[in-house]
């Protein structure tokens, strides 16, 4: 494969941009063909999601352990 072809760049930034804004790190191992960039990129994009749906999720329960603060604010809504 070409570093030069353009479809190449885009695949390679996309990875560049997703494994810095995932904070995956510059680690020692990386990517050699195109295939591994794509399945890389697709595998952090994944663990990406993941993590943000479980913090999703336990802020969403953690926001609802209060009965008594919910039920208050329930009543000062309807005021």
């Known amino acids: ?8 760049q885009y695949l390679v930034c996309l990875y560049f941009a997703t494994y810095t804004l995932t904070t995956c790190g510059f680690g020692d191992v990386s990517p ?18 993941m993590w943000a749906y479980i913090i ?7 926001s609802t352990l209060d009965l008594l603060k919910i039920q208050y604010q329930q009543r000062y809504d309807q005021l």
């Open 56 to 62: 999703g999720s336990v802020c969403g329960t953690v």
């Open 32 to 49: 050699v063909n195109l295939a591994e960039y794509a399945l890389v990129t697709i595998v952090m994009f994944v663990g990406a999601f």
């Open 1 to 8: 494969w070409s570093i030069n072809a353009p479809k190449n």
